[in-house]
């Protein structure tokens, strides 16, 4: 249930209140109540955001997307890809929505992230599963991130330390720690833009020279393709459309850091949209090029030399950089917890180095973290914000809003039951 302190003022089941101010009166319990994200001296632009929520959608995901769409079918594909934008936009912004609901009326605490959220709603259980939910699935994606680093560098420079005990991707991987540690010891989402905008340019370039390489080779041999594949590979193909919209631990972060807020929908549904353009041009070509030799992950068709050494280079670069980006909620919950919602410098560090003594364990992390995707991307991105949206909303929303927030969560729950079982299949299979 919503916490009491119900508001007599109206507004509509998108949250849209006359009142918009941030003004906030504290409560007892500062454990639970700390914002997340409480300094406001310095605002993000719409250029900003837009960089901001590219960078925080946009990873090592993408890669995967030809051998996807040779699966599934580019057809097929791209529908996918475009639903799962719109269906990932639309909870987005249901956070926000009851975001907006919750805190103008209640004003007992700046409500600044995902967490706080789910305190709003369901006290400190709600609080607890966000909070447990988008450690697995952030850290997860960031350890995903330094395997990827580290298997890349190996790969390319195979010969560099060939005489050493310990293996390449061991070097490789904490020679990072230098980079890692001065790049997360930044504090706020607002200082990372000019790195979230210099990742862009980075991730699209990369994508860019990979498409033109596709286009060429296209071309060139036009191999077969299906628009169609088997329906065996649906659930395969849905996962992996979900997973790639991996941002949505981000959105109230995200808002929280935008200068005008009235306009983030905008910005925020422009962004998803392009990127899912982007996503199905790039999974679509990748897969043209190469037919049914296309590999799980497009670079590894590109061979060796020059070109394929600076794509997965400025692909390395650019996770380097989301890397931060994508551990801003983990810090924010470990700080509340533990810091009283300050910034902690240690904390962060410490963070890291165990992001990356796990990241040194796992040799192979690619089974690990579709498992973590299926399961922890369904809950936070579909049932989560659909149920918080109807549980602040159901007194108030028509039975058609009811229906569709019922309808997300049984989606979700679907989703995440499948997909986590076809990720336990595949594991076992591989074993």
Known sequence: MVMDGKSSSSSNANGNNDDNNNNNFPVSGARETTPLLPRKDSLSSQPKTFANVFIAVVGAGVLGLPYTFKKTGWITGSIM??????????????????????????????????????????????????DFLIILTQAGFCIGYTIFIGNTLAHLFVNSFSYTAISA??????ATLPFQLGLNAIPTLTLLAPLSIFADIIQIGAMCVVLFEDVRLFMTYM?????????????????????????????????????????????????????????AVFGSFGYFAFGENTRDIITSNLGKG???????????????????????????????????????????????????????????????????????????????????????????????????????IVLGVVLGVTGTWSSISEIASSS
């Open 223 to 279: 191999p077969p393709v299906r628009p169609f594949g088997s329906l065996s590979w649906t659930l395969y193909g849905l996962g992996v459309a979900v997973y790639s919209f991996e941002g949505v631990g981000m959105a109230l972060p995200l808002e929280s850091e935008t200068r005008n807020k009235s306009k983030y929908g905008r910005v925020l549904a422009l962004t998803m949209f392009l990127i899912a353009v982007l996503y």
């Open 306 to 408: 020059w070109l394929s050494t600076i794509v997965q280079l400025s692909l390395c670069v650019n996770l380097l950089i989301t890397l931060p980006l994508m551990m801003q909620p983990v810090y924010e919950v470990f700080e509340r917890r533990f810091w009283e919602g300050c910034y902690c410098l240690w904390i962060r560090w410490l963070l890291v180095l165990v992001l990356i003594l796990i990241a040194l364990m796992v040799p192979n992390f690619t089974d690990f973290l579709s498992l973590v995707g299926s399961s922890t991307c369904c809950v936070l991105g579909f049932v989560l914000p659909a149920l918080f949206h109807y549980l602040t909303f159901k007194d108030e929303m028509g039975r058609k809003e009811a229906y569709k927030d019922i309808g997300i």
């Open 81 to 130: 890809i475009l639903a799962a934008a719109a269906l990932t936009n639309h909870c987005m912004m249901l956070l926000v929505y009851t975001r907006r609901k919750l805190q103008c009326p209640f004003k007992f605490s700046n409500i600044s992230s995902f967490g706080d959220l789910g305190y709003a709603v369901c006290g400190s259980h709600g609080r607890l599963a966000v």
């Open 169 to 174: 991707k061991t070097l490789y991987v904490w």
